[in-house]
């Protein structure tokens, strides 16, 4: 996009104060020497020459300048209206060096924006057509009870008790996954910010442990805990206590009627890491990268009612407090959980 309005300016500016300074010269001159003379036309011719000379130099590096601000301009108008990708960076000395360093930090600042933007608004899609597509099979189950309940189409009492039962564990698993997903959608868009300080170990793990006792009980399941009581970690502890339960219920979940289930801390001078273990079916090895994929579930048939969504959101939130989450398994054997802290 190119403007002449400056040079212009420049152009008439120049002239005006060429002519003033001539003017100012040939007085001077004319009442130094008493009169016009040769050596008054001479004078002023050198002033002429001089002044061009100055003129052609200065208009020069103003144009210069001025094609490189039009440079920047044109390729701004292209990014933002063309959308294409800005060209490889100018390196350039002086002022316009820094115009150029700063237009392409603001056009790449800009970039990140744009795709995390886009990153979120597919974020936010993918969410609502999995809630939604989830929502479907626990409602029409629901729809479909509480017509029969309603037309007195069901006169046995127990299975009318069978299918309240149901309806209510269709209405706890719907409720269980729509407050994991918003958990984890608002971890994932960066709206929850972790407080992260050194706090004890112990204390938070037997608060996992005995929020699971409910089920371990009912299976018959003994929870060993193996954590030093000096034991330190920099975390987010009620985050941390939310994300051992999901990996004491899936471990419960998937560990037959009278399984140990172990959780132990290892604390070294670089790092600090807690196991999950059990001696469940065990995961194939090639289903292991889709374990923490939302939904993603690998026995369907041992808790039907399970929504698939608690590994997913254990993963978000402990890479949210700057640890890892790695699984180790052997079919038939055992599955374990690792959480790492690195110091």
Request: glycine share 6%.
């Amino acid at each position: 996009m190119k403007s002449n309005y400056e040079r212009n300016r420049f152009r008439v500016i120049y002239g005006i104060v060429s002519v003033l300074f001539l003017a100012v010269l040939g007085l001077w001159c004319v009442w130094a020497w008493g009169a016009f003379s040769w050596e008054v036309a001479g004078v002023l011719g050198i002033a002429v020459v001089f002044l061009t000379t100055i003129y052609i130099i200065v208009y020069r590096m103003l144009n210069s300048a001025y094609k490189n601000m039009e440079n920047i301009s044109g390729i701004m108008s292209d990014i933002m209206e063309k959308g294409i990708e800005p060209p490889t960076e100018e390196y350039k000395e002086g002022t316009i060096g820094v115009l150029y360093s700063n237009f392409y930090k603001m056009v790449y600042a800009l970039k990140d924006s744009r795709n995390r933007e886009m990153e979120e608004k597919i974020f936010l899609r993918d969410i609502i057509s999995d809630i939604s597509h989830q929502l479907k099979t626990p409602l029409a189950s629901l729809n479909v009870f509480v017509d029969l309940l309603v037309e007195d189409k069901v006169e046995d009492e127990a299975k009318r008790k069978q299918m309240l039962r149901e309806a209510q564990n269709q209405l706890n698993r719907m409720e269980w996954m729509v407050l994991s997903m918003l958990k984890l959608a608002r971890i994932e868009a960066g709206a929850i910010q972790f407080e992260r300080k050194e706090t004890p170990l112990l204390p938070l793990l037997s608060e996992a442990v005995q929020g699971v006792e409910y089920l371990t009980k009912e299976r018959n399941q003994n929870v060993t805990l193996d954590c030093p009581e000096d034991s330190m970690l920099f975390c987010d502890g009620d985050w941390l206590v939310e994300a051992v339960i999901n990996l004491l219920k899936n471990a419960s979940d998937y560990s037959g009627v009278g399984k140990p289930i172990r959780l132990e801390v290892e604390q070294t001078k670089v790092y600090t890491r807690i196991y999950v273990k059990d001696e469940g079916p065990g995961i194939p090895e090639a289903e292991i990268p889709n374990i923490f994929k939302r939904f993603y579930r690998v026995h369907q048939e041992v808790n039907p009612n399970s929504v698939g969504i608690g590994l997913s959101l254990t993963k978000s939130i402990i890479e949210g407090m700057g640890g890892s989450i790695h699984v180790k398994s052997e079919v038939g054997e055992y599955t374990w959980f690792m959480l790492t802290f690195v110091k």
